[in-house]
């Protein structure tokens, strides 16, 4: 069976020619950045040039920049290593209800702790009002996180206007760009972006790599008590290979931002034209001018996510439902639930996002549309979808 991989926003493959540059950390150049010998001066030279490569797709300095395992990490370290530092004592903290579980969670926990945490909440199309966030201020903020664009809607946030109001103020903000940085422009200097969290294995980088670019001047504290690693922020030998990698995933980005943007944005618009707006049965969640060009999240009216994703994977077809699954039931997505979408919608919702892999020779095989929809719900032996992009 011929497969197609439509679940990019959740993992890209590896980049072969990133694959080429970490194979010699993987085996012959094995040295610890630490050593003074020459083979562990061959691995800090390696580090540092994949902090430089980072740093130029994101215009700023190679020494604002920290390695990290992931976009999850990165985003607690922002968070938690800021608070650490700063505020001790607690204070008060703004986000939005469309944030990554990464930093949602992180922001409950630190209401047990003393901090008040202001929700800030969304439109119909999941986006957030820059003036709702400057009435949100208090004399006590003391730091604002938004994500960049959504992990599942592809929704893009006015991060500059934000960042604008916010840098009037004795105040930090944190973004977790890790969706955005593979398709747009990310500049936190002209954004007044303070922390910015990205991940490697969106871009078509290893797994289990991340960065952090914390900018000169902002404080944060390492949880991690050894060696003096990345700047005192993250005790430990350095994951080398895994460096050189989202490094070169990152310098091979910045040349075909534009060309992958492009390609995905024309197979956005075919799946939108031919799929959601010509069916009342599926609508969009989300918008489609204020998004990402790779990710497509939409319903189909009462159906339930688990049915879709078990009915399309049997036909060949990798997507994602825009929620998480536990104990083996799909619930709502809390984004869906925040662009005040009910469950007959919600529940039957389904992420398409796009990638590399991806061309307009795979949306139809046979004239046959993505999918067929079926007459009767009664069971779900009735459900039969043709899985063909």
């Given amino acids: 069976m011929d497969r197609i991989y439509l679940d990019y926003a959740a993992a890209a493959p590896l980049d072969p020619r990133v694959l080429a540059k970490m194979m010699p950390y993987l085996t012959t150049e094995y040295g610890n950045p630490s050593s003074l010998h020459f083979l562990g001066q061959q691995a800090r030279a390696a580090v540092q040039k994949a902090r430089e490569q980072i740093a130029h797709c994101l215009d700023v300095n190679s020494s604002d920049i920290v390695f990290t395992s992931g976009g999850t990490e990165a985003d607690n370290l922002a968070i938690l290593g800021y608070l650490r530092a700063n505020y001790p004592q607690g204070g008060h903290l703004i986000t939005t209800a469309v944030e990554h579980q990464a930093v949602l969670n992180t922001f409950h926990s630190l209401s047990e702790y003393g901090y008040e945490v202001t929700v800030l909440p969304v439109d119909a199309v999941g986006r957030i009002c820059p003036e709702d966030v400057e009435a949100a201020l208090r ?38 760009a890790v969706q955005a940085f593979g398709y747009l422009p990310v500049f936190p200097g002209k954004e007044h972006i303070d922390l910015l969290s990205v991940c490697s294995h969106k871009i078509y980088g290893p797994k289990g790599m991340g960065a952090l670019y914390i900018r000169k001047g902002i404080k944060v504290a390492s949880e991690a008590h050894g060696g003096p690693q990345e700047h005192n922020l993250r005790a430990g030998t350095e994951n080398v290979a895994g460096i050189v990698g989202i490094g070169e995933a990152a310098a091979i980005l910045e040349t075909e931002r534009q060309e992958r943007y492009d390609n995905a944005a024309v197979l956005k618009k075919y799946m939108y034209k031919h799929l959601i707006a010509a069916n009342n049965n599926f609508r969009l969640n989300g918008t489609m001018e204020h998004a990402l060009p790779n990710i497509l999240d939409f319903s189909i009216a009462n159906i339930d996510s688990a049915i879709l994703l078990i009915a399309l994977d049997m036909q060949g077809m990798a997507v994602s439902a825009g929620s998480a699954c536990e104990a083996g039931a799909v619930e709502p997505s809390h984004v869906l639930q925040a662009m005040g979408i009910d469950d007959a919608w919600s529940k039957g919702s389904i992420r398409i996002s796009f990638g590399m892999g991806n061309n307009i020779e795979q949306n139809r095989v046979g004239g046959r549309p993505l999918f067929e929809q079926p007459t009767s719900h009664t069971t779900v032996r009735t459900v039969r979808y043709t899985a063909v992009l």
């Fill in 139 to 176: 004399d006590d903020t003391v730091l604002v996180s938004v994500m960049y664009a959504n992990n599942e809607t592809g929704t893009i946030q006015p991060i500059k206007e934000i960042g604008e109001i916010i840098s009037a103020r004795d105040i930090a903000f944190h973004v977790d």
